[in-house]
């Protein structure tokens, strides 16, 4: 049965409650630099200095820290939304840019569905697969359905390629393939490693999506 239109269908890769875990962890790292630096500051410049430059280190990155603990990213109708300090809209009928990028940060892979468009021309970043080695996460299986379906109904040639492109990951999965044999895992790989976010030639998608039948 299809989702309800008004239905919020999450897009988060990483559960909530490990999103805020990583978030601590990052939030006393940023105490921890901001003490260090104050600390050299002071050495130098005397306390009230030091305290200044810890402020002015810390405080920032808390702040970024507390916005991505709060990251939470969702498919509702044909509209994809993200929270962090605000809340960002994308139709995905109504696009302007639609492109996948890869990052590549220690190591871990991350597969990312970039879209820009209508109502306000705002840009979302959806992580559709994050891969380590020979394993990784995915986004869920009726997430990438019901992001496939949208993106189908979108009327634009470059979301239909993507469409299919997140189907062969769905029939990859379907058939038990492990990660090095779905679609997202070959396309993450080709990447050179050290590039921490590149995106991927619509051209090459389009050829790629083309081989997978």
Same mark, same amino acid.
């Given at each position: ?36 630096? %104050? ?5 130098? %410049? ?65 597969? %990312? ?22 394993? %990784? ?77």
């Amino acid at each position: 049965m299809a989702a309800p239109e008004s239905e919020k269908i999450t897009l988060d890769l990483l559960e909530p409650a490990m999103t805020r875990r990583r978030a601590r962890w990052a939030g006393v790292a940023s105490l921890l630099v901001g003490a260090a630096l %104050g600390g050299v500051v002071g050495l130098l %410049g005397g306390r009230m200095a030091g305290l200044l430059a810890a402020v002015a280190v810390a405080v920032p990155l808390l702040l970024l820290t507390w916005g991505e603990s709060r990251r939470r990213v969702w498919l509702s109708g044909q509209h994809v939304s993200v929270r962090v300090l605000g809340t960002r809209v994308v139709d995905l009928h109504a696009l302007a840019m639609l492109d996948l990028v890869v990052t590549d940060t220690r190591g871990t892979r991350v597969v %990312g569905l970039l879209v820009r468009g209508g109502p306000k021309g705002k840009t979302i970043n959806v992580a559709l697969a994050s891969y380590a080695g020979t394993g %990784g996460r995915e986004l869920g299986v009726f997430a990438l359905r019901r992001l496939a379906d949208v993106l189908a109904g979108a009327g634009e040639p470059r979301a239909l390629v993507y469409s299919e492109l997140l189907v062969a990951q769905l029939r990859a999965e379907a058939r038990g393939e492990p990660a090095p044999g779905r679609p997202l895992f070959q396309l993450a790989s080709v990447v050179p490693p050290g590039k921490l976010a590149r995106r991927l030639h619509p051209d090459a998608v389009t050829r790629f999506v083309a081989t997978l039948g």
